[in-house]
């Protein structure tokens, strides 16, 4: 009789055990981008038969991130995120008790081991952010989208608990958000909060859909969605008696500088409106023009490289069905970007990542609309007083091109009451820099320019009625 050894018969009972048991809690690793480590964690829940997953990177301080679908068969760990653009996959190791896999984002492929357990994480608070306990009101809330059948959850900020008060709604820009517009270790929309309240301004910002706290699901909304989420925003508002209903307004950063105009534009209760580096051209026009500005490759014909960009567009764009345009637009991809990069030494399977990422991402429903969609058009309907920030160094949304889109929108439409400001030295994010491009916002400690802050808050109270 052949005797099996203790060491294997506990490694063959911890895959059985593994492969059977419940997977629920806390997993945490580090993987590298460059010199950069960034710290990941999936919390894990069982619910019934499936998983579900919600994604955390305390490096960027982002949260509440829930991929679409999660899976655990035969050891092997999927989280397939892309409603998020992500993706992670892993096998277990049982003899160390941890899953190894990848994760992807876009044409990025990091390796990332997760063990169970929390990571300790030290305080990243940036200087402008408040310190409880704040010197006004603060009230956890939740609101419907009856439409979409999905509850929002957000904070709700006023001077005061007694009084009745002008708010301003903030929407986040495209991406999924939380409620603080969370992006690489900052948290704008809650020093923006803290600042407007504490001038006599409440604030609502909430969570997007399927982030956060709140329901529904982001991958497959598009700006239309959004702005029927504000329309629910505003619709709560008006049944709380804090609320001065005369002096509801929006603020919108980024695309939710596009989606503030569709929102205002369905109802009668918006009383104001700030835009801050929003667009004032088709989603078509600045897509080509951060096809250029925020390219990570060099091109030798960029006369050629834009042509090809439009008729990438024109795929997308097209009516014909999701996988003619899925076919189509690899075909395409693969004539174009594939020479380029390859002429670059980037490795193949990179290659093929990066493509892929494309044009997953291309479909989706909020490209589709977004790529067909001109703000000019709902802006030019506005007939509500509108103030217009960007920064000079913004460089993703070119200042002079888009205000001037704004500004003719806004006179073609007879509009009597709008200010349009280019702060300078200031980037997408309203920081202070040096450079504008994306990869400084993370290395800068301030988190919005208090210049900017009181050009909002200043315009505002002018504008109450």
Not at 239 to 255: F, P, V
Not at 344 to 366: C, G, H, M, R, Y
Not at 405 to 427: F, H, S
Request: glycine share 8%; aromatic share 8%; hydrophobic share 35%.
């Amino acid at each position: 009789m052949k005797i099996i050894s203790t060491f294997i018969i506990v490694f063959i009972l911890s895959i059985v055990n593994l492969y059977s048991q419940d997977i629920s809690g806390e997993w945490s690793g580090k993987a590298k981008r460059g010199d950069k480590e960034i710290t990941f964690v999936f919390n894990i829940k069982k619910e019934g038969a499936n998983y579900s997953s919600v994604m955390n990177v305390p490096t960027f301080r982002i949260s509440g991130m829930k991929p679409s679908v999660t899976t655990f068969t035969n050891g092997k760990l999927t989280i397939d995120g892309s409603n998020l653009g992500m993706s992670y996959i892993a096998n277990f190791n049982s003899e160390l008790q941890e899953f190894e896999g990848t994760y992807k984002e876009g044409g990025i492929e990091m390796l990332l081991n997760l063990k169970k357990g929390a990571v300790k994480i030290a305080n990243q608070r940036k200087p402008q952010e408040p310190v409880k306990p704040y010197p006004y009101y603060e009230e956890e809330v939740m609101f419907k989208n009856n439409e979409a059948n999905i509850t929002l959850a957000g904070t709700l900020t006023l001077p005061n608990k007694n009084g009745i008060f002008p708010v301003a709604i903030l929407i986040s820009g495209s991406g999924p958000q939380d409620r603080d517009e969370t992006f690489m270790g900052h948290k704008p929309f809650l020093v923006l909060a803290d600042h407007l309240t504490k001038q006599g301004i409440g604030v609502l910002r909430f969570d997007d859909r399927g982030q956060g706290a709140s329901t529904g699901d982001f991958g497959s909304a598009t700006t239309e969605d959004f702005s029927k989420d504000v329309l629910s925003a505003i619709a709560f508002l008006k049944t709380r008696k804090e609320i001065d209903q005369k002096n509801i307004g929006l603020i919108g950063h980024s695309e939710g500088g596009i989606i503030a105009p569709l929102a205002a534009n369905n109802t009668n209760d918006v009383a104001f409106m700030v835009l801050l580096a929003s667009t004032g051209i088709s989603g078509t026009e600045l897509s080509v023009m951060q096809s250029k500005t925020l390219r990570q490759f060099p091109v030798k014909d960029e006369k050629a490289f834009e042509e090809n960009s439009r008729k990438a567009i024109a795929i997308v764009t097209s009516d014909k069905s999701e996988e003619e345009i899925k076919t189509k637009l690899t075909a395409h991809y693969n004539n174009f970007l594939r020479p380029i990069l390859s002429n670059l030494n980037v490795p193949k399977e990179n290659i093929n990542a990066f493509i892929d990422s494309q044009v997953n991402t291309s479909i989706k429903p909020w490209s589709r609309y977004f790529l067909q969609y001109n703000p000019a058009d709902e802006i030019e309907k506005l007939q509500i007083p509108v103030l217009s920030l960007n920064g000079s160094k913004d460089t993703q949304v070119n200042a002079k091109i888009n205000q001037n889109g704004i500004r003719q929108a806004l006179t073609k439409g007879g509009n009597q009451d709008y200010k349009i400001v280019e702060l300078e030295n200031l980037n997408h994010f309203f920081q202070e820099c040096e450079t504008g491009k994306m990869d400084e916002y993370r290395k800068i400690e301030q988190t919005f320019s208090p210049i900017a802050l009181k050009e909002i808050s200043n315009w505002i109270l002018e504008h109450i009625r």
